[in-house]
């Protein structure tokens, strides 16, 4: 049975009622984009940095292998769009929402991440290393084997979301819900475990984890 979900307070992305469609251009670095609708086009294996998006709707585009360093996103939706493999390290993303997309391997090493929401994506291979999050929501997505290593968190919500193997080496949980989660093992040191909050039946996973022998 689906579990309630507690909301978090996260901004939206504010945009338009209406937004003009955008012909697709090459991404140069330092490219501006504003107000518009990308849609049903390609930009895979390309290399650019400090590229801006604002207020921006992505719809069914692929960005697979694509190198982005240091973009910049602002109010921006992607949406069943594929970011299988690209990077995004070094990024600054605030109320920006990932929904439906593919997004395995995507690279977010170093990122800035504020107001974000990512909902029904697959995100197996996801890195979050060294990332800075505070009021994130990652809901209903298949996580698995990603990489939070010295990553902060501050309000980060992890909602439904299969993490099996996922890496927290480093990063204090303290505050963080697990309890929703599906995972049959993580990394994590213990002392980053304090006041992390989990169910009872995720228990046990620890207690194989830390070599514990449980006596009924």
């Not at 594929?82 to 109320?95: E, G, T």
């Not at 993580?186 to 009872?200: F, H, M």
């Amino acid at each position: 049975m689906s579990k309630k979900k507690k909301t978090m307070a996260i901004e939206a992305p504010i945009l338009p009622i209406e937004l003009p469609v955008l012909e697709r251009t090459e991404l140069q670095s330092h490219a501006f984009f504003e107000m518009g609708i990308i849609q049903d086009c390609v930009w895979d294996g390309q290399q650019a940095r400090k590229v801006i998006f604002d207020k921006i709707i992505f719809k069914n585009v692929t960005f697979t292998e694509t190198a982005l360093n240091e973009v910049e996103l602002t109010d921006v939706i992607f949406d069943k769009c594929d970011l299988s493999n690209a990077d995004f390290s070094d990024a600054i993303i605030h109320r920006t929402v990932f929904k439906n997309c593919k997004m395995i391997g995507i690279n977010l090493t170093g990122a800035t991440l504020r107001n974000m929401v990512w909902k029904d994506n697959l995100a197996d291979y996801a890195n979050f290393r060294m990332s800075d999050m505070k009021q994130v929501s990652l809901q209903d997505s298949s996580m698995d084997k990603s990489d939070f290593s010295f990553a902060k968190l501050q309000k980060l919500e992890l909602f439904q979301c299969q993490i099996d193997q996922a890496q927290f080496s480093n990063t204090k949980l303290a505050g963080l819900d697990l309890s929703t989660c599906e995972f049959n093992g993580i990394a994590v040191a213990p002392e980053d475990l304090k006041d992390c909050i989990i169910s009872r039946e995720q228990a046990y996973v620890f207690v194989a984890l830390f070599g514990l022998i449980l006596k009924e």
